[in-house]
């Protein structure tokens, strides 16, 4: 398993348990924080760069600190994975849909996406560049390259390319994922207009092979090589190991393309700032208009057809999803694709004009939706949406309320609600305490509708909309390095999947109740032990099974050994779960399923040994990952694995190495 969690070295962000995301510190347009950027000489032998994301008004910097690997890695540390990178996962913490509104339903991926949400715009002085590369065992591959810059000063670009390609250490099981993102911001030098454009692509594409046919098979010494054992879809292994073969054969393809224009337009009071040798224009808005367009374009696909002399097994999809596939010609093929046109106007009104982060918000928007295939429908929905934001002036007190509701259409009734006070505390006001709810009604994912290629049952059902309530508090305190979270969910109407593809709805009131816990412990002047440590614990006979308790620890050595420009962090890490009946995975229809008749229970804790240092830009991480599968029983061999779930084993013993090397033009 490997991830990321936030941890005290990271940039000064706060994140709630509603998984929105604040900035301690920050500047309104015409502040300081902002106007450092536009003094400067862009030629000088320093660089500033600053980022923020659509729906911020604050600027963040870039995290330098290699404590913490994950934080490079795609997928969370508290997420289980099909045993690859690349391949489906699910946060083993509870974490139940918050979107009201239209949803493909298929998330199995949804990790190694970049999202319109996820999208930076840059501020940098000088031309500023990143190229970073993974290698690991079995040939896995993760590369990525960034490159922003200011063609003017008022003016940015950012290009981002990521690929990860990683064959597996069992058959079938090999993932091709490409991302790209291209964003653009520009601000006129009145700074009464504003033009954000974004252009997001996803190609994923991730093997399937159902699971190992017999989990004993993993104690036979003859199967040392786990690329032999036998699995439950895909056929014989091929030389599906070569980097530049794409083909992942039996699998899930999903391909999205995101494109978003955002332009807004502010009256206000112009004023200026004048010091020696410059005037400085300053602008403050009383009121902005905003039009916001989106266009999407989604296409999920399963395959498993006939190709080279291979032949899907008839008798498994017949017993698993009572498929009769000699009618298709032994083909498996599922596919959705859709169509997405969304225009959005708003008006937002700033009480305190000299503050940007104080806000009301009113706007109201048209969603067409267009189902391409399996049947040819178009759909609509008509919404509107309000919030109101506050940070205060002395940056004590962050407010923070907003709602959505679909008037019309065809999630008619869906609605959010989500409220929040946070409160600055110590005396440089690095800490907080946070009390937040939200409220979301919400039709049930597309795939629970019989128009979805992947809807599998044999006669139509309707599903009620489901209704969540989270309520969540958060305290921070850096000076003791110490992070409390707590997460309060009530659940009715709660969709699911069980048995590879029935689909169920509970209709019974249920909660959750998650205390999480995040500490470092000073064992030295330069030892550290980082524990973060997860309760949760389902009430009301619901038909979720979660690990009561899930903890990550990570100890050891973090300083420079007396050289002034190293930084190095050496040490262990280590993450386990107690026993659980983890959910099973059904590869058709791409979703993870309720089950209750097999327990995972590791007996040892993944366990990984690593080395990273920092050499001014250039950053180097070495890992020894799954030390925990040793073995002797057979003979030494690495050939003791931990189960992410029924079937699936994760993979053997791996060293991983990393670079990410950063560049200034």
Do not use: C
């Not at 990683?166 to 009145?190: D, I, M, W």
């Not at 004009?353 to 806000?359: A, E, H, I, R, W």
């Amino acid at each position: 398993m490997a991830g990321s969690i936030p941890s005290f070295a990271q940039r000064r962000l706060i994140e709630s348990g509603g998984g929105r995301i604040q900035n301690i510190a920050g500047g309104a347009r015409g502040g300081t924080s902002t106007d450092s950027l536009k003094r400067r000489d862009r030629y000088e032998d320093s660089i500033t760069v600053r980022y923020r994301y659509l729906d911020s008004t604050r600027n963040y910097s870039l995290d330098s600190s290699i404590a913490d690997f994950t934080r490079r890695f795609p997928i969370p540390a508290t997420n289980i994975f099909l045993g690859n990178t690349g391949t489906a996962s699910r946060s083993i913490l509870f974490s139940p849909s918050m979107k009201p509104g239209w949803d493909p339903g298929l998330h199995a991926l949804d990790i190694y996406k970049w999202t319109l949400e996820k999208a930076r715009f840059f501020n940098t002085t000088r031309p500023y560049s990143e190229l970073n590369y993974q290698l690991a065992a079995k040939s896995e591959q993760i590369i990525e390259i960034l490159h922003t810059q200011n063609i003017k000063p008022n003016w940015n670009f950012l290009l981002q390319y990521r690929l990860i390609n990683a064959p597996g250490y069992f058959s079938n099981q090999k993932t091709n994922h490409n991302n790209y993102l291209v964003t653009s911001r520009y601000e006129s030098v009145n700074k009464r207009y504003n033009n954000f454009f974004i252009l997001t692509g996803n190609k994923l594409q991730s093997g399937e092979n159902g699971g190992v046919r017999n989990i004993s098979d993993l104690d036979d010494p003859d199967l040392g090589d786990r690329f032999v054992i036998p699995t439950k879809i895909g056929g014989e292994p091929g030389n599906t190991r070569n980097f530049f073969n794409t083909d992942v054969g039996t699998g899930n393809r999903y391909n999205e393309l995101a494109v978003l224009l955002r332009q807004q337009y502010d009256f206000g009071k112009k004023d200026s700032l004048v010091t020696d040798s410059t005037v400085i224009p300053l602008f403050f808005p009383r009121v902005r208009f905003e039009h916001t367009f989106q266009f999407g374009q989604y296409r999920y696909r399963f395959d498993d057809v006939p190709r080279g002399g291979y032949v899907p097994d008839s008798i498994y999809y017949m017993d698993t999803y009572g498929l009769d596939i000699r009618l298709t010609n032994d083909s498996v093929s599922r596919k959705d694709q859709w169509k997405e046109f969304v225009n959005d106007f708003s008006i937002y009104q700033f009480p305190d004009s000299k503050n940007l982060q104080q806000f009301i918000k009113l706007g109201a928007a048209i969603q067409n939706l267009r189902q391409i295939y399996p049947s040819s429908k178009t759909d609509y929905n008509v919404y509107g949406h309000a919030e109101y934001r506050n940070r205060t002036r002395n940056q004590k007190w962050a407010i923070e309320a907003s709602g959505k509701l679909y008037f019309t259409g065809m999630n008619a009734g869906d609605y959010s609600a989500y409220a929040s006070l946070q409160r600055a505390t110590g005396t440089k006001r690095a800490g907080y305490v946070q009390l937040g709810f939200e409220n979301v009604n919400r039709t049930p994912s597309f795939i629970f509708n019989e128009r979805s290629s992947f809807y599998l049952m044999k006669s139509a059902t309707d599903f009620n909309k489901e209704n969540t309530t989270h309520i969540f508090a958060s305290l921070f305190q850096p000076s003791l390095r110490l992070r409390l979270t707590g997460d309060y969910y009530l659940l009715t109407n709660y969709t699911y999947v069980t048995n590879y593809y029935d689909l169920k709805q509970f209709s019974s009131i249920f909660n959750v109740l998650r205390i999480g816990v995040q500490k470092t412990f000073k064992i030295g002047k330069r030892w550290n032990w980082h524990t973060d440590v997860y309760f949760q614990q389902a009430v009301g006979n619901a038909p979720v099974n979660l690990p009561l308790v899930f903890t990550r620890n990570r100890f050891g050595y973090e300083g420079n050994l007396g050289f002034k420009n190293l930084d190095m962090a050496v040490g262990i890490e280590a993450r386990y779960h107690t026993p659980y009946k983890a959910d099973g995975y059904s590869p058709v229809i791409g979703q993870f399923f309720y089950q209750e008749s097999v327990q995972i229970e590791n007996t040892m804790p993944d366990l990984s040994a690593y080395v990273h240092f920092r050499i001014r830009p250039f950053k180097a991480y070495l890992r020894f990952e799954n030390l925990n599968t040793a073995s002797t029983s057979n003979g030494f061999g690495f050939t003791n694995n931990n189960l992410a779930a029924p079937d699936y084993p994760y993979a053997g013993f791996m060293i991983r190495l990393g670079v990410y090397w950063s560049f200034v033009n």
